[in-house]
């Protein structure tokens, strides 16, 4: 877990790495603390996945529905996918927001991946990958 302090969560996130089969984490959320958080783990050299929309480990505070509906939900959302690529995530999931919402940060941005899921159906996962020249790779 990342929400334990910058500290804590470097230290979990390199044991996860050292530990595990892990080439990377992936990481909720682009609030202040969080970019902090993120941008500590890339400077330390362990790869970070953002995650924006329905982001199941926030759900008590966002519920488990559909977000980006609102204005100010949809403008916020396109400035943290442009944050999270501009601190160096190497790809940035976006989660259950509207179809038009996605298409747009996905013209803005040069790494994301789209999972629409319905929450009836989580087995049916439609996965859209944004491809992306292999100089992009690591």
């Known amino acids: 877990s990342y ?3 910058e500290d804590k969560a470097v230290e979990f996130a390199g044991r996860i790495i050292q530990s595990t089969y892990a080439k990377a984490v992936k990481i909720e ?3 202040e603390e969080i970019q902090c ?3 500590r783990l890339i400077r330390m050299g362990i ?7 329905l982001t199941p480990q926030s759900y008590l505070n966002l519920g488990l529905k559909k977000q980006g509906l609102s204005l100010q939900s949809r403008d916020k959302l396109k400035k943290d996918a442009e944050a999270l690529e501009k601190l160096g995530c190497f790809s940035v999931v976006l989660e259950h ?3 038009d919402l996605a298409r747009e940060i996905q013209t803005k941005l040069n790494k994301t991946m789209l999972l629409e899921n319905s929450l009836k159906k989580f087995k049916e996962t439609l996965v859209f990958h944004k491809t992306y020249s292999s100089k992009n790779h690591r």
């Not at 790869?47 to 929309?53: A, D, E, I, Q």
Request: glycine share 22%.
């Open 3 to 5: 929400q334990c302090g």
């Open 29 to 31: 959320g682009a609030e």
């Open 37 to 39: 958080v993120i941008s």
């Open 47 to 53: 790869p970070v996945m953002g995650h924006l929309g």
């Open 97 to 99: 927001i509207p179809e």
